[in-house]
């Protein structure tokens, strides 16, 4: 069995003020775990703290970033000086021979 920790945060409603916290209740609690109705930050810090004290092990967070391409930029500049010195050398004949 896996206990279940659950903090309700609706700011400034205490229990029974949102959802029925009768529903969340005793499924939280039939696994073993608390359920916390956190009407302020306060609340919320020492359920934290609650759950810490009460859950044994370790908790492993890894983070995930996302990396977007740089190339994009130079690649728009590129083709736009190809496209610039395609339609310099179709129109001025100067720009058709190389020197």
Known sequence: KIPVYMIRTSYNKALGAVLPDDIWRPAV?????????ASDESVIFNAIKDIDARSAGRVE???????????????????SFWSV???????????????
């Open 29 to 37: 609690e039939a696994t073993g775990g608390k359920f916390y109705a």
């Open 61 to 79: 967070v890894k983070r995930y970033s996302t990396e977007r391409p740089r190339f994009a930029p130079y690649a728009f500049m590129a083709a």
């Open 85 to 99: 010195a395609l339609l310099l050398q179709l129109t001025i004949p100067y720009f058709r021979k190389f020197p």
